[in-house]
Nanobody, 125 residues
């Protein structure tokens, strides 16, 4: 398995979750690792990305609440999600791109060549 997301679950509004994305060593060395999400009946949406040099980019909807990071020793990327809202409910996917993407391409799903299987996050009281 090249990418495997985990850590989803049910959480109350205002709560926190940390998602993990375990990668093979080769995939983890990709130029860009990203998180996307897809709510029921909606298109896949960009959440956050981290470059090989650790530069990060976030969607406006999660900026200030979510933090993307990676642990090189564990070949794992994380998404710390705080102050969760019901509208954050979705299946969360991690993805990797071998290309050095320009900022405007980070949010485009077709820019990524490898995808994990997704983990469900439900924010509800």
């Amino acid at each position: 398995v090249q990418l495997q997301a985990s850590g989803g679950g049910l959480v109350q509004p205002g709560g926190s979750l940390r998602l993990s994305c375990a990668a093979s060593e080769r995939t983890f060395s990709s130029n860009v690792l990203g998180w996307f999400r897809q709510a029921l009946g909606k298109e896949r949406e960009f959440v956050a990305a981290i470059r090989r040099g650790r530069d990060t980019t976030y969607s406006n909807s999660v900026k200030g609440r979510f933090t993307v990071s990676k642990d090189i020793a564990k070949n794992t990327m994380y998404l710390q999600m705080n102050s969760l809202k019901p509208e954050d409910t979705a299946i969360y996917y991690c993805a990797a791109s071998v290309s050095s993407l320009i900022t405007s391409s980070l949010s485009i799903p077709e820019s990524y060549h490898t995808w994990g299987q997704g983990t469900q996050v439900t924010v509800s009281s």
